[in-house]
């Protein structure tokens, strides 16, 4: 059967992105790419697939569920780093599997040494540190008072990591805060030291730190929304080729994935009618409507009612009336003679015309990384050159 719409995904792109990241961090740091979320929309596998290709053999996720399936698709044998959610069950199949993941609580910490006593494999541990996002994470105190433990259970710990998340480096207003934990997390480093618990990396760098925090890049770099084709803000993106002028007219990044859809139907409306549910729109003159089979249900934000816009015959259509759960209107008026089964871009690229998620509007706080990690994991995705 065939779905209402599909998801393209651009090797070229991914490619194009993974350069840049390398021109920003320098060649020396391990890069994992960020594919929680499923991928941020683009679906764990077949990322996988095609971040392998450009050489990506560290990929970073929330759940054991996440890292199952990471482990499923590789075919370079990559590592995987659970950053969030485990049960007690699944940190033992993570130490059995060498799955790498994060411990910040006491809990964790205790059942992996019992998970490495019973497989008799080194659990492989990156400690996560609260620097000021209060999230997770072990606050000094806490880490000075686990420390012993971890010194006497280095026959079944390999401290591989010690790492820290900055509250939001994508905006100007936090910058302070930034700073604040870049300190404190450097004192911890220190610490580890001195307590004789050195782990192999330390790594605290998310897109948005690597672009504005130079010294954010450490040993391993985590990085999702650029990989993806994105900046993590608009403001990052100014301060970037704002501290790189010569670059002002070179586009660096390109988003990996495009969606896709078909015209169900198209129909004339006459003036003075509503469109849609409710009244929220009324033609203002006779009008040509096409209706496209992607609406909430699909990913297509509903708050995206008589804003949006999808391309069909290389040109804008507004959509007209309530996105509605499977279905939303766009008006074609202007167009000539669109047909069913005329193809719809809704995030992408028709003629010379583009539409990407994040130029949806009320993306400041932003709405990217929510309208593509929303994208459903039923919609079909195919990888492309
Ligand atoms: C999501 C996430 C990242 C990646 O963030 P991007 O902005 O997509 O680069 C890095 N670290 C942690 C802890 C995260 O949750």
């Known amino acids: 059967m065939t779905s209402t719409s599909y998801i393209e995904l651009s090797q070229q792109a991914l490619d194009k992105n993974i350069s840049f990241i390398r ?19 683009h679906g764990i ?4 697939t095609m971040a392998e290709q450009t050489h990506i053999n560290h990929f970073t996720v929330f759940s054991a569920e996440e890292a199952q399936r990471v482990l499923k698709s590789s075919r370079m044998n990559s590592d995987a780093l659970v950053m969030g959610f485990m049960t007690n069950e699944e940190v033992e199949w993570a130490v059995h599997n060498q799955v790498e993941f994060y411990v910040f609580e006491q809990d964790r910490l205790r059942q992996a040494v019992k998970a490495a006593q019973k497989w008799s494999k080194k659990a492989l541990i990156h400690l996560e540190i609260e620097t000021g996002m209060n999230r997770t994470g072990f606050r000094r105190e806490e880490f000075l008072e686990i420390a012993p433990y971890i010194r ?9 990591g010690l790492c820290t998340h900055y509250a939001g480096a994508e905006s100007i207003i936090n910058h302070k805060r930034v700073e604040a934990q870049v300190e ?15 782990p192999e990396v330390c790594h605290s760098a998310c897109s948005a730190a690597a672009l504005a925090f130079p010294n954010t890049v450490m040993d391993l770099v985590r990085s999702g929304i650029l990989c993806y084709g994105y900046w993590p803000s608009q403001q990052t993106q100014e301060h970037y080729y704002s ?5 002002r007219d070179v586009s660096l990044l390109k988003p990996v994935l495009q969606w896709k859809s078909w015209v ?13 549910y409710g009244e929220s729109y009324m033609a203002d003159q006779d009008m040509v409507i096409a209706s496209v089979p992607v609406g909430y249900g699909y990913g297509y934000p509903r708050d995206l ?6 391309l069909i015959h290389g040109k804008l259509a507004p959509v007209v009336g309530r996105v509605g759960m499977n279905a939303t209107m766009v008006d074609v008026t202007h167009l000539y003679n669109v047909k069913k089964g005329d193809e719809v871009v809704i995030i992408g690229e028709q003629g010379d015309k583009a539409i990407w998620a994040a130029a949806f509007p009320e993306w400041e706080n932003p709405l990217n990384y929510e309208v593509l990690s929303r994208l459903p994991e039923s919609t079909p995705r195919l990888a492309v050159e």
């Open 23 to 41: 021109q920003v961090i320098g060649l020396d740091p391990r890069l994992t790419a960020v594919i929680k979320a499923n991928a941020y929309g």
């Open 45 to 48: 596998e077949q990322f996988v």
């Open 305 to 310: 009612s008589n804003k949006g816009e999808m």
């Open 152 to 160: 006497e259970h280095l026959k079944e710990l390999f401290v591989k």
């Open 184 to 198: 404190r997390f450097s004192e911890m480093i220190v610490l580890a030291e001195r307590e004789k618990i050195p």
């Open 264 to 276: 169900m139907s198209t129909k004339e409306v006459k003036a003075g009618d509503h469109i849609g």
């Open 243 to 247: 501290q790189h002028p010569e670059l």
